[in-house]
Structure formats: structure tokens, C-alpha cells
């Protein structure tokens, strides 16, 4: 397998910031809009569903600089 670099730090203020996002039980729209907007800059087709979950698809192939790392996330949420 390729090696990655993670930027943890980024990482961390991202996760930092969604979890100082209020979004109390039944009440996730901020959240999502966080969410939304980080993910606005990747190749995603972001919607929601009807019960207003983000979904987002990785519109990538393995010549873009963002296959390799879609792979990973891939990868990861299979094994977790």
C-alpha cells in the first residue's frame, strides 16, 4: 500500500471545530452546514437525506491528486 501523509492538524481543528458546533439531538442542521462547507473544496457531490443526513460522494479516478486519498477514507471506513 502507497503512503500518505495526514495533516493531523488540520485534522484536528476540523474535528475540534465540529464538535463546538451546537447540534443538540434532532437539531443537526449547523453541524451539517460545518461539515458541508469543509467538504466544499474536495470533489464531492454532497445532498441530504430526507432525514436530513450528509451524504457525500467522491467523484475521483486514480489520476486525480484525490484518488489515492479517497482510497484511504475508503479503506478505512470498510475496516472500522
Known sequence: MAEYTVDTRAMTEF???LLNTPSLTGFHEQAIAYCEKAFARFPLVQSQTRKGA??????????????PMARLIAEYLLKG
Not at 451524504?55 to 486514480?62: C, R, T
Open 15 to 17: 474535528l475540534a471545530g
Open 54 to 67: 450528509l451524504v457525500a460522494i467522491w467523484e475521483s479516478d486514480a489520476a486525480s491528486p484525490y484518488g
